[in-house]
Protein backbone atom coordinates (compact mmCIF):
# COMPACT_ATOMS: atom_id res chain seq x y z
CA UNK A 1 0.00 0.00 0.00
CA UNK A 2 3.21 2.54 0.84
CA UNK A 3 4.72 2.09 -2.25
CA UNK A 4 1.04 2.37 -3.87
CA UNK A 5 0.56 5.54 -2.73
CA UNK A 6 4.59 6.54 -3.09
CA UNK A 7 4.46 5.80 -7.02
CA UNK A 8 1.16 8.35 -7.27
CA UNK A 9 3.10 10.99 -5.25
CA UNK A 10 5.04 12.05 -7.85
CA UNK A 11 2.62 11.43 -10.55
CA UNK A 12 0.34 13.99 -8.74
CA UNK A 13 3.29 16.69 -8.47
CA UNK A 14 3.83 15.86 -12.19
CA UNK A 15 0.61 16.19 -13.11
CA UNK A 16 0.59 19.50 -11.43
CA UNK A 17 3.24 20.90 -13.05
CA UNK A 18 2.15 19.91 -16.63
CA UNK A 19 -1.13 21.72 -15.81
CA UNK A 20 0.85 25.33 -13.65
CA UNK A 21 2.63 25.25 -17.04
CA UNK A 22 -0.58 25.13 -18.89
CA UNK A 23 -1.71 28.10 -17.48
CA UNK A 24 0.69 29.89 -17.00
CA UNK A 25 1.55 29.30 -21.32
CA UNK A 26 -2.67 30.50 -21.40
CA UNK A 27 -2.04 33.70 -18.98
CA UNK A 28 0.67 35.07 -21.16
CA UNK A 29 -1.13 34.75 -24.43
CA UNK A 30 -4.18 36.30 -23.16
CA UNK A 31 -4.12 39.87 -24.68
CA UNK A 32 -6.11 41.43 -21.98
CA UNK A 33 -4.32 42.44 -18.97
CA UNK A 34 -5.84 43.10 -15.29
CA UNK A 35 -7.06 46.80 -15.64
CA UNK A 36 -8.21 45.56 -19.21
CA UNK A 37 -10.23 42.34 -18.11
CA UNK A 38 -12.11 44.71 -15.38
CA UNK A 39 -12.82 47.47 -17.96
CA UNK A 40 -14.38 44.74 -20.20
CA UNK A 41 -16.44 42.48 -17.07
CA UNK A 42 -17.42 46.16 -15.23
CA UNK A 43 -18.82 47.83 -18.48
CA UNK A 44 -20.47 44.54 -19.64
CA UNK A 45 -21.82 44.18 -15.86
CA UNK A 46 -23.07 47.74 -15.93
CA UNK A 47 -24.45 47.81 -19.30
CA UNK A 48 -26.60 44.66 -18.44
CA UNK A 49 -28.04 45.49 -14.85
CA UNK A 50 -28.11 49.26 -15.74
CA UNK A 51 -28.23 50.25 -19.57
CA UNK A 52 -30.52 47.29 -20.41
CA UNK A 53 -32.41 46.86 -17.06
CA UNK A 54 -32.74 50.24 -15.59
CA UNK A 55 -32.91 52.04 -19.13
CA UNK A 56 -30.43 54.31 -17.92
CA UNK A 57 -29.11 56.48 -20.93
CA UNK A 58 -25.69 57.74 -19.42
CA UNK A 59 -24.98 54.59 -18.19
CA UNK A 60 -25.82 53.12 -21.64
CA UNK A 61 -23.47 55.06 -23.46
CA UNK A 62 -20.27 55.12 -20.79
CA UNK A 63 -20.17 51.47 -21.33
CA UNK A 64 -20.35 51.31 -24.92
CA UNK A 65 -17.72 53.95 -25.47
CA UNK A 66 -15.50 51.60 -22.72
CA UNK A 67 -16.30 48.70 -24.70
CA UNK A 68 -15.42 50.35 -27.99
CA UNK A 69 -12.48 51.66 -26.42
CA UNK A 70 -11.39 48.41 -25.17
CA UNK A 71 -11.86 46.33 -28.06
CA UNK A 72 -10.40 48.49 -30.59
CA UNK A 73 -7.46 48.79 -28.09
CA UNK A 74 -7.34 44.54 -28.41
CA UNK A 75 -7.50 44.36 -32.34
CA UNK A 76 -4.78 47.41 -32.61
CA UNK A 77 -2.53 45.85 -30.07
CA UNK A 78 -2.82 42.54 -31.77
CA UNK A 79 -3.31 43.05 -35.11
CA UNK A 80 -0.18 45.54 -34.63
CA UNK A 81 1.86 42.93 -32.59
CA UNK A 82 1.40 40.40 -35.08
CA UNK A 83 2.73 42.80 -37.96
CA UNK A 84 5.72 44.11 -35.68
CA UNK A 85 6.44 40.27 -34.56
CA UNK A 86 6.88 38.97 -38.44
CA UNK A 87 9.31 42.04 -39.06
CA UNK A 88 11.20 40.80 -35.81
CA UNK A 89 11.36 37.63 -36.77
CA UNK A 90 12.78 38.54 -39.93
CA UNK A 91 15.13 40.84 -38.28
CA UNK A 92 16.92 38.26 -36.35
CA UNK A 93 17.11 35.97 -39.34
CA UNK A 94 19.22 38.54 -41.21
CA UNK A 95 22.74 37.30 -40.69
CA UNK A 96 23.62 40.87 -41.88
CA UNK A 97 22.40 42.58 -38.72
CA UNK A 98 25.15 39.89 -36.65
CA UNK A 99 28.42 41.78 -35.25
CA UNK A 100 31.00 39.98 -36.17
CA UNK A 101 32.90 38.23 -33.41
CA UNK A 102 31.70 37.74 -29.92
CA UNK A 103 30.58 40.31 -28.15
CA UNK A 104 32.00 41.65 -24.45
CA UNK A 105 30.07 43.28 -22.01
CA UNK A 106 31.41 45.23 -18.30
CA UNK A 107 28.69 44.15 -15.35
CA UNK A 108 28.00 46.71 -13.52
CA UNK A 109 27.60 49.54 -16.56
CA UNK A 110 25.95 50.97 -19.50
CA UNK A 111 26.41 48.30 -22.52
CA UNK A 112 25.23 48.44 -26.19
CA UNK A 113 24.32 45.31 -27.32
CA UNK A 114 23.67 47.17 -31.17
CA UNK A 115 20.05 45.84 -31.02
CA UNK A 116 17.35 48.66 -32.30
CA UNK A 117 13.97 48.63 -33.59
CA UNK A 118 11.71 50.80 -35.33
CA UNK A 119 9.18 52.84 -33.15
CA UNK A 120 5.79 51.91 -33.87
CA UNK A 121 4.44 55.52 -34.52
CA UNK A 122 2.32 54.63 -37.78
CA UNK A 123 0.25 52.46 -34.85
CA UNK A 124 -1.03 54.91 -32.83
CA UNK A 125 -1.90 54.36 -28.67
CA UNK A 126 0.63 51.31 -29.33
CA UNK A 127 3.75 51.24 -28.06
CA UNK A 128 6.41 48.53 -28.23
CA UNK A 129 9.00 47.45 -25.18
CA UNK A 130 11.07 44.61 -24.75
CA UNK A 131 13.46 43.18 -22.07
CA UNK A 132 16.14 40.47 -22.04
CA UNK A 133 14.76 37.43 -19.79
CA UNK A 134 17.95 34.64 -20.90
CA UNK A 135 20.75 35.84 -19.64
CA UNK A 136 18.94 36.54 -16.77
CA UNK A 137 19.87 39.56 -13.82
CA UNK A 138 20.08 41.49 -17.09
CA UNK A 139 18.59 45.26 -17.20
CA UNK A 140 17.44 46.25 -20.30
CA UNK A 141 16.75 49.57 -21.54
CA UNK A 142 14.89 51.12 -24.45
CA UNK A 143 16.00 54.60 -25.36
CA UNK A 144 14.48 56.09 -28.35
CA UNK A 145 16.50 58.59 -30.04
CA UNK A 146 16.59 60.81 -32.75
CA UNK A 147 16.31 58.50 -35.72
CA UNK A 148 12.98 57.49 -34.78
CA UNK A 149 14.67 53.69 -33.74
CA UNK A 150 15.14 52.34 -29.84
CA UNK A 151 18.24 51.69 -29.16
CA UNK A 152 18.98 48.49 -26.77
CA UNK A 153 21.31 49.40 -23.80
CA UNK A 154 21.60 46.55 -20.92
CA UNK A 155 23.07 46.73 -17.33
CA UNK A 156 24.38 43.05 -16.15
CA UNK A 157 24.28 42.49 -12.68
CA UNK A 158 26.93 39.83 -12.66
CA UNK A 159 29.66 37.73 -14.83
CA UNK A 160 28.69 34.61 -17.18
CA UNK A 161 28.40 33.18 -20.85
CA UNK A 162 26.52 32.57 -23.31
CA UNK A 163 25.68 31.64 -26.75
CA UNK A 164 22.37 33.22 -26.99
CA UNK A 165 20.26 36.39 -25.79
CA UNK A 166 16.41 35.45 -25.54
CA UNK A 167 13.99 38.38 -25.45
CA UNK A 168 10.28 38.57 -24.42
CA UNK A 169 8.86 41.62 -26.80
CA UNK A 170 5.69 43.26 -25.50
CA UNK A 171 2.88 45.55 -27.86
CA UNK A 172 0.94 47.26 -25.67
CA UNK A 173 -1.86 50.08 -25.64
CA UNK A 174 -0.87 53.61 -24.15
CA UNK A 175 -4.08 52.77 -21.73
CA UNK A 176 -2.40 49.43 -19.99
CA UNK A 177 -5.40 47.45 -21.42
CA UNK A 178 -4.32 44.83 -23.40
CA UNK A 179 -1.23 43.21 -24.32
CA UNK A 180 0.84 41.01 -26.86
CA UNK A 181 3.99 39.53 -26.12
CA UNK A 182 6.13 36.60 -27.64
CA UNK A 183 9.71 35.42 -27.03
CA UNK A 184 12.75 35.45 -29.94
CA UNK A 185 15.63 33.90 -29.91
CA UNK A 186 19.36 35.48 -30.83
CA UNK A 187 22.01 34.04 -31.26
CA UNK A 188 24.58 36.01 -30.12
CA UNK A 189 27.71 34.78 -28.41
CA UNK A 190 29.02 37.12 -25.65
CA UNK A 191 30.56 36.90 -22.61
CA UNK A 192 30.20 39.36 -19.30
CA UNK A 193 33.24 40.01 -17.45
CA UNK A 194 33.01 41.25 -13.78
CA UNK A 195 33.05 44.61 -12.25
CA UNK A 196 36.69 45.37 -11.08
CA UNK A 197 35.10 48.52 -9.01
CA UNK A 198 38.06 49.95 -6.59
CA UNK A 199 40.57 46.98 -6.95
CA UNK A 200 44.23 48.16 -7.24
CA UNK A 201 46.93 46.04 -8.81
CA UNK A 202 48.91 43.99 -5.95
CA UNK A 203 52.06 42.82 -5.66
CA UNK A 204 52.83 38.97 -5.77
CA UNK A 205 55.28 37.17 -3.78
CA UNK A 206 57.05 34.94 -6.39
CA UNK A 207 57.49 31.08 -5.77
CA UNK A 208 61.60 29.69 -4.82
CA UNK A 209 62.49 26.52 -6.29
CA UNK A 210 66.16 24.85 -6.05
CA UNK A 211 68.52 25.19 -8.90
CA UNK A 212 68.21 21.46 -10.22
CA UNK A 213 64.48 22.68 -10.37
CA UNK A 214 63.23 20.54 -7.17
CA UNK A 215 60.81 22.55 -5.40
CA UNK A 216 62.59 23.56 -1.46
CA UNK A 217 59.80 25.43 0.24
CA UNK A 218 62.00 26.37 3.33
CA UNK A 219 65.42 27.68 1.00
CA UNK A 220 67.77 26.25 3.04
CA UNK A 221 71.54 26.24 2.38
CA UNK A 222 72.76 23.62 1.02
CA UNK A 223 75.08 24.96 -1.94
CA UNK A 224 79.23 25.68 -1.39
CA UNK A 225 79.95 27.83 0.97
CA UNK A 226 80.50 31.02 -0.62
CA UNK A 227 78.64 33.52 1.47
CA UNK A 228 80.73 35.96 3.51
CA UNK A 229 79.60 38.10 6.64
CA UNK A 230 79.76 39.64 9.68
CA UNK A 231 79.74 37.31 12.49
CA UNK A 232 76.48 38.12 14.22
CA UNK A 233 75.04 36.21 17.73
CA UNK A 234 74.15 32.96 17.51
CA UNK A 235 76.24 32.42 14.40
CA UNK A 236 78.45 28.62 14.93
CA UNK A 237 81.61 28.98 15.62
CA UNK A 238 82.63 26.58 12.98
CA UNK A 239 81.80 28.74 10.13
CA UNK A 240 83.97 31.79 11.45
CA UNK A 241 87.13 32.44 9.08
CA UNK A 242 89.72 32.18 12.02
CA UNK A 243 92.85 32.92 9.41
CA UNK A 244 91.06 35.96 8.54
CA UNK A 245 90.56 37.09 11.96
CA UNK A 246 94.14 36.45 12.91
CA UNK A 247 94.99 38.88 10.07
CA UNK A 248 92.72 41.85 10.78
CA UNK A 249 91.03 40.79 14.01
CA UNK A 250 87.67 40.85 12.62
CA UNK A 251 85.20 38.06 12.68
CA UNK A 252 83.86 37.15 9.71
CA UNK A 253 81.69 33.99 8.49
CA UNK A 254 81.66 32.06 5.51
CA UNK A 255 77.99 30.72 5.10
CA UNK A 256 76.81 27.80 2.94
CA UNK A 257 74.72 29.55 -0.90
CA UNK A 258 71.19 29.30 -0.82
CA UNK A 259 70.83 26.76 -3.67
CA UNK A 260 67.30 28.27 -4.61
CA UNK A 261 66.20 30.53 -7.22
CA UNK A 262 62.60 31.89 -8.42
CA UNK A 263 59.75 29.81 -10.14
CA UNK A 264 58.66 31.78 -13.36
CA UNK A 265 55.70 29.65 -14.14
CA UNK A 266 52.67 31.06 -12.08
CA UNK A 267 49.39 29.06 -11.24
CA UNK A 268 45.85 30.35 -10.75
CA UNK A 269 42.81 28.98 -10.52
CA UNK A 270 39.11 30.25 -9.98
CA UNK A 271 36.97 28.73 -7.02
CA UNK A 272 32.93 29.21 -8.02
CA UNK A 273 30.46 29.64 -4.95
CA UNK A 274 28.10 31.88 -3.63
CA UNK A 275 29.20 35.50 -3.72
CA UNK A 276 32.29 34.77 -6.20
CA UNK A 277 31.88 37.89 -8.36
CA UNK A 278 34.45 40.12 -6.29
CA UNK A 279 36.80 36.78 -6.43
CA UNK A 280 36.30 36.46 -10.20
CA UNK A 281 37.15 40.63 -10.38
CA UNK A 282 40.18 39.74 -8.76
CA UNK A 283 41.31 37.18 -11.05
CA UNK A 284 40.48 39.59 -13.80
CA UNK A 285 42.72 42.22 -12.67
CA UNK A 286 45.94 39.80 -12.09
CA UNK A 287 45.21 38.06 -15.26
CA UNK A 288 45.10 41.80 -17.34
CA UNK A 289 47.70 43.22 -15.18
CA UNK A 290 50.16 40.91 -16.21
CA UNK A 291 50.99 40.10 -11.98
CA UNK A 292 51.42 36.44 -12.76
CA UNK A 293 54.95 37.24 -15.25
CA UNK A 294 55.10 35.79 -18.70
CA UNK A 295 54.43 32.02 -18.18
CA UNK A 296 51.71 31.13 -16.17
CA UNK A 297 48.63 28.34 -15.90
CA UNK A 298 45.40 29.80 -15.08
CA UNK A 299 42.31 27.40 -14.42
CA UNK A 300 38.52 28.07 -13.23
CA UNK A 301 35.47 25.81 -12.47
CA UNK A 302 33.27 25.49 -15.03
CA UNK A 303 29.24 24.58 -14.01
CA UNK A 304 28.83 21.68 -17.01
CA UNK A 305 32.63 19.98 -16.22
CA UNK A 306 33.41 20.33 -19.37
CA UNK A 307 36.11 23.23 -19.67
CA UNK A 308 39.76 23.10 -20.18
CA UNK A 309 41.89 21.76 -17.38
CA UNK A 310 44.18 25.10 -17.68
CA UNK A 311 44.63 28.08 -20.06
CA UNK A 312 47.68 29.94 -21.30
CA UNK A 313 46.24 32.81 -22.71
CA UNK A 314 44.72 35.94 -21.63
CA UNK A 315 41.78 35.63 -24.24
CA UNK A 316 40.95 31.92 -22.67
CA UNK A 317 41.25 33.17 -19.38
CA UNK A 318 39.08 35.81 -19.27
CA UNK A 319 36.25 33.31 -21.46
CA UNK A 320 37.16 30.70 -18.29
CA UNK A 321 36.30 33.31 -15.87
CA UNK A 322 32.78 34.14 -17.33
CA UNK A 323 32.04 30.89 -17.94
CA UNK A 324 32.61 30.21 -14.34
CA UNK A 325 29.32 31.98 -13.02
CA UNK A 326 26.42 30.28 -11.55
CA UNK A 327 23.89 29.84 -14.21
CA UNK A 328 20.77 29.82 -11.38
CA UNK A 329 21.10 31.90 -7.90
CA UNK A 330 17.77 30.69 -7.23
CA UNK A 331 18.73 27.15 -7.17
CA UNK A 332 21.61 27.51 -5.36
CA UNK A 333 20.93 23.94 -3.10
CA UNK A 334 20.79 21.70 -6.48
CA UNK A 335 24.31 23.69 -7.33
CA UNK A 336 25.86 23.20 -3.92
CA UNK A 337 24.36 19.25 -4.32
CA UNK A 338 26.37 18.98 -7.70
CA UNK A 339 29.12 21.03 -6.32
CA UNK A 340 31.65 18.48 -5.92
CA UNK A 341 32.28 17.31 -9.16
CA UNK A 342 32.33 21.38 -10.65
CA UNK A 343 35.36 21.66 -7.96
CA UNK A 344 38.28 21.18 -10.41
CA UNK A 345 41.22 22.90 -7.91
CA UNK A 346 42.28 19.09 -7.49
CA UNK A 347 42.87 17.89 -11.19
CA UNK A 348 44.39 21.56 -12.01
CA UNK A 349 47.03 20.89 -9.69
CA UNK A 350 47.66 17.30 -10.64
CA UNK A 351 47.19 18.46 -14.74
CA UNK A 352 50.16 21.37 -14.20
CA UNK A 353 51.87 19.67 -11.05
CA UNK A 354 52.35 23.28 -9.69
CA UNK A 355 53.49 23.22 -6.25
CA UNK A 356 52.40 26.73 -5.24
CA UNK A 357 49.10 27.78 -6.61
CA UNK A 358 47.27 31.50 -6.20
CA UNK A 359 43.55 30.85 -5.75
CA UNK A 360 40.69 33.14 -6.18
CA UNK A 361 37.57 32.26 -3.70
CA UNK A 362 34.18 33.99 -1.87
CA UNK A 363 34.59 33.93 1.32
CA UNK A 364 30.33 33.63 1.63
CA UNK A 365 30.69 29.95 0.29
CA UNK A 366 31.22 27.32 3.26
CA UNK A 367 31.28 24.40 1.25
CA UNK A 368 33.79 26.04 -0.88
CA UNK A 369 36.14 27.07 2.10
CA UNK A 370 35.86 23.12 3.52
CA UNK A 371 36.95 21.98 0.01
CA UNK A 372 39.87 24.60 -0.09
CA UNK A 373 40.88 23.23 3.49
CA UNK A 374 40.66 19.50 2.26
CA UNK A 375 42.58 20.49 -0.60
CA UNK A 376 45.53 22.36 1.45
CA UNK A 377 45.59 19.39 3.85
CA UNK A 378 46.75 17.27 1.23
CA UNK A 379 50.07 18.69 1.39
CA UNK A 380 50.12 18.25 -2.45
CA UNK A 381 50.64 22.04 -3.52
CA UNK A 382 51.18 25.40 -1.12
CA UNK A 383 47.81 27.23 -1.36
CA UNK A 384 47.94 31.31 -1.43
CA UNK A 385 44.62 32.24 -1.20
CA UNK A 386 42.90 35.91 -2.00
CA UNK A 387 39.49 36.39 -0.84
CA UNK A 388 37.40 39.08 -2.49
CA UNK A 389 34.25 40.35 -0.57
CA UNK A 390 32.24 43.28 -0.92
CA UNK A 391 31.34 45.08 1.97
CA UNK A 392 28.10 47.22 1.60
CA UNK A 393 27.92 48.09 5.52
CA UNK A 394 27.92 47.18 9.37
CA UNK A 395 25.78 45.56 11.45
CA UNK A 396 24.96 48.19 13.73
CA UNK A 397 23.87 47.18 17.96
CA UNK A 398 20.53 48.16 18.68
CA UNK A 399 19.89 49.85 21.86
CA UNK A 400 18.49 48.71 24.77
CA UNK A 401 15.27 50.60 24.41
CA UNK A 402 14.86 49.16 21.02
CA UNK A 403 15.51 45.73 21.86
CA UNK A 404 12.61 45.68 25.21
CA UNK A 405 10.18 47.08 22.62
CA UNK A 406 10.94 45.52 19.60
CA UNK A 407 11.85 41.62 21.00
CA UNK A 408 12.07 39.13 18.58
CA UNK A 409 9.65 36.00 19.79
CA UNK A 410 12.63 33.43 18.92
CA UNK A 411 16.07 35.07 19.40
CA UNK A 412 19.18 33.92 17.34
CA UNK A 413 21.75 32.25 19.44
CA UNK A 414 24.51 34.58 20.31
CA UNK A 415 28.17 33.78 18.67
CA UNK A 416 31.05 35.92 18.51
CA UNK A 417 31.81 34.99 14.89
CA UNK A 418 29.85 34.43 12.05
CA UNK A 419 30.34 30.64 10.24
CA UNK A 420 32.25 31.72 7.59
CA UNK A 421 34.74 33.67 9.68
CA UNK A 422 35.30 30.55 11.46
CA UNK A 423 35.87 28.87 8.55
CA UNK A 424 38.17 31.35 6.79
CA UNK A 425 40.56 31.09 10.71
CA UNK A 426 40.51 27.03 10.42
CA UNK A 427 41.61 27.75 6.68
CA UNK A 428 43.82 30.10 7.62
CA UNK A 429 46.20 27.36 9.93
CA UNK A 430 46.62 25.42 6.94
CA UNK A 431 46.91 27.29 3.63
CA UNK A 432 50.41 29.53 3.41
CA UNK A 433 48.42 32.67 3.23
CA UNK A 434 45.31 34.85 3.28
CA UNK A 435 44.46 38.26 1.47
CA UNK A 436 41.14 39.79 2.03
CA UNK A 437 40.24 42.61 -0.55
CA UNK A 438 37.23 44.55 -0.65
CA UNK A 439 35.61 45.48 -3.76
CA UNK A 440 34.10 48.24 -2.98
CA UNK A 441 36.94 50.68 -1.61
CA UNK A 442 39.83 48.75 -2.47
CA UNK A 443 41.15 48.29 1.15
CA UNK A 444 43.25 45.01 2.62
CA UNK A 445 40.79 43.45 5.57
CA UNK A 446 41.62 40.76 8.34
CA UNK A 447 39.96 38.15 9.05
CA UNK A 448 37.98 39.96 12.51
CA UNK A 449 36.91 42.94 10.21
CA UNK A 450 34.25 40.30 8.76
CA UNK A 451 32.70 39.50 11.87
CA UNK A 452 30.16 42.42 11.56
CA UNK A 453 30.32 43.41 8.06
CA UNK A 454 27.70 43.12 5.91
CA UNK A 455 28.56 41.65 2.66
CA UNK A 456 26.74 41.83 -0.62
Not at 256 to 271: G, H, W
Not at 406 to 422: D, G, I, M, R, V
Not at 436 to 449: A, E, M, P, Q
Amino acid sequence: MQEVLRSEGPRQKQLLGRIRALVAALVSHFPLTTQGSLALILSAGALRLFGYGSMDLVVFALCLCALFVVITSLFATVIGGLIVQRRILRTLESKSTFPSGDASFEAGYLNSTGFSLDAVSWLPLVRIAWRIVSPTSIETLNERRRDNRLHETIIPSRRGKSASITRRFEVRDALGLCSYSWLATQPLAHKTLPRIGAYKAFTLQRARIMEDGLPEASGRPEGDRMEIRPYTPGDSVRDIMWKGFARNRQLNVRLPERSVAFDDKACAYLVSGLGDEAAAALARLTLECGLLGDDWRFGADHPSSVGALEYRNLADALDAISASAIADYSGLNSHMAGSDSNYGLDRFIAATRCTQCLVFASARDSAVLARLATTAQSRSCRLNLVIGVDVLGRRKPSASWQRALWQEPHPAPKSSKLPFTSDLTTLSQRVESIVIVDRTSGDLLKISDLEDAILG
